[in-house]
Nanobody
Framework: QVQLVESGGGLVQTGDSLRLSCASSGRTFGAYTMGWFRQAPGKEREFVAHINWSGRSTYYADSVKGRFTISRENAKNTVYLQMNSLKPEDTAVYYC??????????????????WGQGTQVTVSA
């Protein structure tokens, strides 16, 4: 069983930066693809970014490409989401997720087996 705990959310202004962290309790963290998703009020959960087990492959939603960076430290069982140039439309609850599919583009929430509880990010205009 994998437990994921997000942290780092908060209230910021337009143009600010935040770094989200997601710590995993699983001993096989290094084998998992890790993803970040977000859900705004009244909207469906949407893909933000994911990174494969080695960290060599990353994928981003068009809405965050060039502003957000996903990375991981397998030695620390942690995945990060560096968010720069934040906009009000980035406001959402951000979730990290994990699965054991090693390769390929995986933007669908249904592909992920484990989820954290989420952390709120609010960007004021």
């Amino acid at each position: 069983q994998v437990q994921l705990v997000e942290s780092g959310g908060g209230l910021v202004q337009t143009g600010d930066s935040l770094r989200l962290s997601c710590a995993s309790s699983g001993r096989t963290f290094g084998a998992y693809t890790m993803g970040w998703f977000r859900q705004a009020p009244g909207k469906e959960r949407e893909f933000v970014a994911h990174i494969n087990w080695s960290g060599r492959s990353t994928y981003y939603a068009d809405s965050v490409k060039g502003r957000f960076t996903i990375s991981r430290e397998n030695a620390k069982n942690t995945v990060y989401l560096q968010m720069n140039s934040l906009k009000p439309e980035d406001t959402a609850v951000y979730y990290c997720a994990a699965n054991d599919r090693a390769w390929g583009y995986q933007p669908q929430p249904s592909l992920y087996d484990y989820w954290g509880q989420g952390t709120q990010v609010t960007v004021s205009a």
